[in-house]
């Protein structure tokens, strides 16, 4: 079983960063690929950036060229670095960690964006 808790949520101004991360309490092999998705209000959750055990990294068009997807295989952790905030970037973010058999997600962190 894998917990993941995500931390590094709230609120910036257009044109701020966040760095978000999220660490699994499990041990992640390098079957798991993880990834960040975020959810907005009466919206579905959608894929923002994932990043695979060997640092294979592929992004939401909206988000290429702001945010960068690292992760640290020691710690088990991955962080999500936001840039160029934009209100439309409002939304709960939840870490993702899946392999073929199965599919964790974290309980997710606010991200408001907003003067």
């Known amino acids: 079983q894998v917990q993941l808790v995500e931390s590094g949520g709230g609120l910036v101004q257009p044109g701020g960063s966040l760095n978000l991360s999220c660490a699994a309490s499990?041990?992640?092999?390098?079957?798991?690929?993880m990834g960040w998705y975020r959810q907005a209000p009466g919206k579905q959750r959608k894929l923002v950036a994932r990043?695979?055990?060997?640092?294979?990294?592929n992004y939401a068009d909206s988000v290429k060229g702001r945010f960068t997807i690292s992760r640290d295989n020691g710690k088990n952790t991955v962080y999500l670095q936001m840039n160029s905030l934009k209100p439309e970037d409002t939304a709960v973010y939840y870490c993702?960690?899946?392999?073929?058999?199965?599919?964790?997600w974290g309980q997710g962190t606010q991200v408001t964006v907003s003067s």
């Open positions: 990043i695979t055990y060997g640092g294979r990294t």
């Open positions: 499990g041990s992640i092999s390098s079957s798991y690929a």
């Open positions: 993702n960690a899946a392999s073929n058999i199965f599919d964790y």
